[in-house]
């Protein structure tokens, strides 16, 4: 069972970045799955969160309004729309899948499985 994170890289202040995590070796159709990030010596921090159905969503102050999280369950796949990004918004970013809470959680202690980590750099 896998998580692969992608699509990070290198963007300037107010430019955009499309996440992806793709799952393999089981279905997450019934999970609810998360973002997390962590930036240098930060301690890992909720990004956004999404239900199974992926008709409820859940996201962190700091990102509400710039980021959309959402998924596809016939692809396995999540996504995280990342628009007017700011400096404050490089770090490592994480997605995570839940095989025991389908409705997504703010916790990372919820989550079970985890992707590898996508790097998120925002040039001032």
């Known amino acids: 069972v896998q998580l692969q994170a992608s699509g990070g890289g290198l963007v300037q202040t107010g430019g955009s970045l499309r996440l992806s995590c793709a799952a393999s070796g089981r279905s997450f159709a019934s999970s609810g799955m998360g973002w997390f990030r962590q930036a240098p010596g930060k301690e890992r921090e909720f990004v956004s969160a999404?239900?199974?159905?992926?008709?409820?969503?859940y996201y962190s102050d700091s990102v509400k309004g710039r980021f959309t999280i959402s998924r596809d369950n016939a692809k396995n796949t999540m996504y995280l729309q990342m628009n007017s990004l700011k400096p404050e918004d490089t770090a490592v970013y994480y997605c995570?899948?839940?095989?025991?809470?389908?409705?997504?959680?703010?916790?990372?202690?919820?989550?079970?499985?985890w992707g590898q980590g996508t790097q998120v750099t925002v040039s001032a």
């Open positions: 995570a899948a839940s095989t025991i809470g389908p409705y997504g959680s703010t916790w990372y202690t919820s989550y079970d499985y």
């Open positions: 999404i239900s199974f159905s992926g008709e409820n969503t």
